[in-house]
């Protein structure tokens, strides 16, 4: 086998799969889109086979764009959506319904019937996270209650449960193992925190059978190898797991506590390094771990924004401002500044710190004068304002100051909405060589079982900075935008 690691990025709408060599060279990649299914207003679902589809067709695609053979490959790691739910067989692998996806909101009214039983400040203490649709243990639970006889098959040991990471590994394995890393376990709304193991009394008031659950793994470990995956020679070693946020904390190389990285997609997720122990939030943030490392296991706080670049999809399709979304950059710098608007994009909710899901978007400040332009920039502010509330969120909660903001994602490429974050948020921001970093985290934990990598001071010397973002505006100035947001919020 050579010293190549395969990254397989499974994310909401597709399939990322990249080639990665020694020096984080990334050699190839390739992404599949798949369909989403809404069966109705609020719910989201997966085709576990259309997962599949898209994982064979993008890793096999990727393997010819490098030049290169499935034996050129040393590991394969995985990086997935988090908390979207599947359930299969566990001798055919075949789905037992179709996998509810972290977006759907089905599950409020148990989230709720569990609040109003005392519940929520028990699941809090114990996963670091809030009674929430997001996570995965209420959707298990509605599949359980909901798919006829999957209960009495979960009871027997016939089903079981696993997010996205779970599935790939045991189809790429051909159902020799039915693990999890430590990262996706604690989204589920099942593992306890501090003994990283799927905690009883959680299960027995989510009505969840222990039977159904994988085993729960450190996220560098080896944990099979591949054997009849299509595209793939058998024997490789799936060595690297964690789910997309705690993977690009670690392709950031933010090893050290205190260190933070906001990666702008479709929302925006802010995580920071706590060190070894768990962090309870006081204001708002969710607790998790970020990974697992041998004996060494490092937590985060996290904070979800709900919209970021799903806004400029927003202006893009259903205003139609503009055609596509690079676009909005030309628009927004075509004025000196939003011009008193204020566009808080709630358009699902507002996440971290708020909580709120029944806010909605609101426009403020618009003027006679106003144009398509300043909408523009008032919608790469929204973004930033969210983030900036998650960050102090943060510096709160830790206690300390924040030294610089690492960024990565498709909105991380807007030069116009970095300075800005720079700007409000009175921090250094900077950006990597690659922004790939989802699937370099990835790639990194396999690469560090496999023997790639010797340790964590090798990964970090691999780290460049592409450019950084420092703070301009006057204080006067970050004062006024604040006041404005602040404002604006109260009315969403």
Request: aromatic share 6%; net charge neutral; charged share 20%.
């Amino acid at each position: 086998m050579g010293d190549l690691i395969l990254a397989i990025d499974q994310g909401t709408t597709g399939t990322t799969v990249g080639v990665f060599d020694r020096d984080c060279r990334l050699r190839a990649q390739v992404k599949t889109e798949f369909r989403q299914i809404f069966p109705q207003p609020g719910w989201v679902e997966h085709d576990l086979e259309d997962i599949w589809s898209s994982v064979t067709e993008s890793l096999q695609a990727a393997i010819r764009q490098a030049g290169i053979s499935g034996n050129d490959l040393c590991a394969i790691g995985i990086t997935n959506q988090r908390e979207t739910t599947g359930v299969w067989d566990r001798k055919t692998g075949k789905p037992a319904a179709n996998a509810i996806v972290w977006q759907c909101r089905r599950t409020a009214p148990l989230c709720q019937e569990l609040k109003q039983a005392g519940e929520e400040a028990r699941f809090r203490e114990r996963t670091g996270l809030v009674l929430d649709p997001y996570f995965s243990g209420t959707k298990l639970r509605w599949l359980l209650d909901n798919v006829s006889g999957l209960r009495r098959r979960a009871e027997s040991g016939a089903a079981v449960f696993g997010t996205i990471d779970s599935f790939l590994v045991y189809r790429l394995t051909g159902g020799a193992a039915h693990v999890t890393d430590v990262s996706n376990a604690s989204r589920t709304l099942m593992m306890n925190l501090r003994t990283l193991r799927w905690d009883p009394d959680l299960l027995a008031q989510l009505k969840v059978p222990a039977s159904m659950l994988p085993e729960i793994r450190p996220s560098s470990a080896r944990y099979g190898t591949t054997r009849g995956a299509p595209g793939l020679p058998d024997g490789i070693p799936i060595c690297g797991m964690a789910g997309d946020q705690q993977a690009a904390l670690f392709g950031q190389a933010c090893f050290d506590p205190g260190q933070v990285k906001c990666t702008y997609g479709t929302g925006a997720f802010v995580l920071t390094n706590t060190g070894n122990r768990p962090v309870a939030s006081k204001n708002g943030l969710l607790t998790t771990v970020a990974w697992q490392n041998g004996d060494q296991v490092r937590y985060a706080l996290e904070g979800s924004v709900f919209i970021a670049g799903a806004a400029v999809q927003w202006l893009r399709d259903g205003l139609k401002l503009i055609r596509s979304s690079g676009e909005i950059t030309s628009l927004a710098a075509s004025v000196a500044g939003s011009d008193g608007v204020v566009f808080v994009p709630a358009l699902v909710g507002l996440g971290a710190p708020h909580w709120n899901p029944e806010a909605r978007g609101v426009i403020c400040g618009i003027t006679r004068g106003t144009t398509a332009a300043h909408l523009a920039r008032a919608t790469l502010e929204g973004i930033a304002f969210q983030v900036r509330d998650v960050v102090e969120a943060m510096r709160q909660d830790i206690d300390g100051a924040i030294a610089f903001l690492r960024v990565d994602g498709g909105a991380a490429e807007n030069d116009l909405l970095l300075q800005f974050q720079s700007d409000i948020l009175g921090v250094e921001i900077h950006r990597p060589r690659i922004t790939a970093t989802t699937a370099l985290g990835a790639a990194l934990l396999a690469g560090l079982s496999a023997g790639v990598w010797k340790d964590l001071d090798e990964i970090r010397r691999h780290w460049t900075m592409e450019r950084s973002f420092t703070p301009a505006l006057a204080r006067e100035v970050v004062d006024a935008h604040l006041a404005r947001w602040r404002v604006a919020v109260t009315k969403a």
